[in-house]
């Protein structure tokens, strides 16, 4: 874990819990609703804070429609991550069409980050985007 991570584990598991909560009463108010909690989650596809969320809520990943080598929006010391996160419920992820990163910064040297006359490197993190199929 990167440093101070592990003293806010806790903070970061009641907010998950809060969380998937919002989502079971959204979903006890309309079953069918397509949700999605997104956002830089600061934890790993396989840490603590979005196995809570996945294990909590009827949540599922997009990260998961890409192959592992794919799965990355941001780079600590060369290490690949998935910071960002775009979780749905089963009804909307059966409407994805696309997701994926859009490589603006991770894999582009920070030296880039100086200059004013590209977007590469604007950030630390690379956005990811999902597009979905209008509802019927």
Known sequence: MRGGESESQPRRSAQARFVAELVEQLRRDDPDAPIAVLGDFNSDADGVTVANLLHDAPLASLWQRLPREQRHAYLFEGVS????????????????????????????????????????????????????????
Not at 107 to 112: E, G, I, M
């Open 81 to 136: 991550q998935t910071l960002d996160h775009i979780l749905v419920t089963p009804e909307l992820f059966d409407q994805l069409i696309d997701f994926r990163p859009l490589a603006l910064n991770a894999d582009y040297p920070h030296s880039l980050s100086e200059r004013t006359d590209t977007l590469y490197r604007s950030s630390d993190h690379d956005p990811i985007i999902a597009t979905f199929a209008a509802p019927k």
